[in-house]
């Protein structure tokens, strides 16, 4: 019975995110790993694994809706591959070494980082600093190093990786539809690799709840990935009857008070 609840409860997380993803059109860790900090305090989780288990499980359920989205954006070629197979390398190890440096920092100073990251990401938002548009990409190396930051940062704070990787892309020129679907592909290696790096990392630590495998927590993956989808495209249908000022500011300032809320 207790197990029951706690996948109601994590349903619905998994809607909220979903209706929120769909309304706002930023999904990942950015709404998913507050709820489930706060969902894991509820349930008596250790402080100081609480955001490393919540990072892993957000990356986790990524791994699922970021293949959905990718393999959507394929079929409709907007995947720039050439520019997906140069960033590739950097994502990939990025992502382990944004993994292996969160699980050497203190539960605390993760999420003094990431609330340090919302909050840029909101301020970014509410002032409406869009992505600049570039015409020429760099070289292999230059497309390596960003890959490398990309899968680091976004590994580090369990998110899919389209806040950086979409501005970067339209700095290369891509078009805003390319730079999305792109940068949709360059967020399933970043979440599989993070994924498992991060069962690695928790794997046997002793303040691991029931029906965690490392610092991945399955029943909340499950509820988040079963109730997000279909929730999202109701956010969606949302969004298209609210003002996009208002979708934008609203989005800012819940940000604002979730970084906020890290950092104090």
């Known amino acids: 019975m207790t197990f029951l609840f706690t996948l109601l409860g994590f349903l619905g997380l998994g809607a909220a995110a979903g209706i929120m993803a769909?309304?706002?059109?930023?999904g990942g860790g950015l709404i998913i790993v507050p709820a489930l900090v706060f969902a894991f305090g509820v349930q008596g989780v250790d402080a100081a694994i609480a955001m490393h288990l919540a990072v892993g499980t957000s990356l986790a359920t990524i791994v699922v809706t970021g293949a959905s989205s990718a393999w959507a954006h394929y079929q409709r070629?907007?995947?720039?591959?050439?520019?997906?197979?140069?960033?590739?390398?950097?994502?990939?190890?990025?992502?382990?070494?944004?993994?292996?440096?969160?699980?050497?920092l203190s539960g605390g100073l993760l999420g003094t980082l990431f609330g340090i990251f919302v909050v840029l990401v909101?301020?970014?938002?509410?002032?409406?600093?869009?992505?600049?548009?570039?015409?020429?990409a760099p070289g292999r190396l230059g497309m390596g190093v960003a890959g490398g930051v990309i899968?680091?940062?976004?590994?580090?704070?369990?998110?899919?990786?389209?806040?950086?990787?979409?501005?970067?892309?339209?700095?290369?020129?891509?078009?805003?539809?390319?730079?999305?679907?792109?940068?949709?592909?360059?967020?399933?290696?970043?979440?599989?690799?993070?994924?498992?790096?991060?069962?690695?990392?928790?794997?046997?630590?002793?303040?691991?709840?029931?029906?965690?495998?490392?610092?991945?927590?399955?029943?909340?993956?499950?509820g988040i990935v079963l109730?997000?989808?279909?929730?999202?495209?109701?956010?969606?249908?949302?969004?298209?009857?609210?003002?996009?000022?208002?979708?934008?500011?609203s989005f800012a300032a819940l940000l604002l008070i979730v970084g906020l809320r890290f950092l104090f």
């Open 22 to 26: 769909g309304l706002f059109g930023i």
């Open 77 to 104: 070629g907007s995947v720039r591959r050439e520019w997906f197979l140069l960033l590739f390398p950097g994502l990939v190890l990025g992502a382990v070494i944004g993994v292996f440096v969160a699980g050497a």
């Open 122 to 136: 909101a301020l970014r938002m509410a002032l409406g600093l869009g992505p600049k548009v570039g015409r020429a």
């Open 151 to 222: 899968g680091s940062v976004s590994a580090l704070f369990g998110i899919g990786g389209g806040t950086l990787s979409v501005p970067w892309l339209s700095r290369c020129g891509a078009s805003m539809t390319q730079a999305v679907g792109t940068s949709a592909a360059c967020g399933l290696p970043i979440a599989l690799c993070g994924t498992l790096t991060f069962i690695v990392v928790g794997w046997g630590h002793p303040a691991l709840p029931t029906g965690a495998t490392g610092f991945v927590m399955w029943p909340a993956f499950l």
């Open 227 to 249: 109730a997000s989808v279909p929730f999202a495209r109701l956010g969606v249908r949302l969004a298209h009857v609210l003002s996009a000022r208002v979708l934008r500011l």
